[in-house]
């Protein structure tokens, strides 16, 4: 089965700088690639996605590249802000696929 | 419109008993999924609904842990004689169909077994 690893599990930046968290994947059948940001007593909410046809995509002032060969995928977050603080998660799905395989998360602290 | 809604938000129960989670997913989200997420940790999933079958439960990780889904909407999870290693928050999380679109997530039961 698909097997997800997401580096770093802890991630503290100051206010204003870049963050970029990683995920390499196993089955190079998934095809959809969605991350979840989790606030403290909520749950996850995805706030972008990339699918296998394309290799970045940005909203704002997030993005997501995605490199098929190597079977990874990354998050990059700029000009990081307080209310960027959260728990997230990569997962990957595969195109018949129902089920996602979740990252272990990575907690990211923005200091003010 | 209303999101995914679960009850309780919390939950104390002594070890030996027998509990019931709710999830009501969105209206019209014809796949239901139940995780659940320890201190910490990832989120393991348990169990996969289509409509009102389950096709894949192969995360439940005991007899003691089932679901059931009605009308194509409610699940309930029920976990009988809890133990300890039960305490975790269970979330449920709906999407439009199956695989490859967004899941939406409900808030979570915070379950304590004590």
């Known amino acids: 089965g698909e097997n997800v690893e997401q580096h770093p599990s802890t991630l503290s930046v100051q206010e204003g700088d870049s963050a970029v968290i990683k995920c390499t994947y196993s089955d190079s059948a998934s095809n959809y690639f969605p991350w979840y940001k989790q606030e403290l007593g909520k749950g996850p909410q995805l706030i972008i996605d990339?699918?296998?046809?394309?290799g970045e995509k940005k909203d704002q002032r997030i993005a997501v590249t995605l490199n098929k060969t190597a079977k990874h995928f990354s998050l990059h977050i700029t000009e990081t802000q307080p209310e960027d603080s959260a728990v997230y998660f990569c997962a990957a799905l595969p195109l018949l696929g129902y089920i996602p395989t979740f990252g272990r998360g990575t907690s990211l602290i923005v200091h003010p | 419109g209303a999101g995914v809604s679960q009850s309780p938000s919390n939950k104390v129960t002594e070890k030996g008993k027998d509990v019931e989670l709710r999830c009501d997913p969105i209206?019209?989200?014809?796949?239901l999924y139940w995780y659940r997420q320890s201190l910490g940790q990832g989120l393991e999933f348990l169990i996969y609904f289509q409509g009102n079958s389950a096709p894949d439960k192969s995360g439940l990780p005991s007899d003691r842990f089932s679901a059931e889904r009605t009308g194509g909407s409610v699940s309930t999870l029920t976990i009988q004689r809890t133990q300890q290693e039960d305490s975790a928050v269970y979330l449920c999380?709906?999407?439009?169909?199956?695989?490859?679109?967004?899941?939406?997530f409900g808030p979570g039961t915070r379950l304590t077994v004590l």
């Open positions: 990339i699918r296998s046809n394309v």
């Open positions: 999380a709906s999407s439009l169909n199956r695989g490859g679109n967004e899941q939406f």
């Open positions: 209206s019209g989200h014809t796949a």
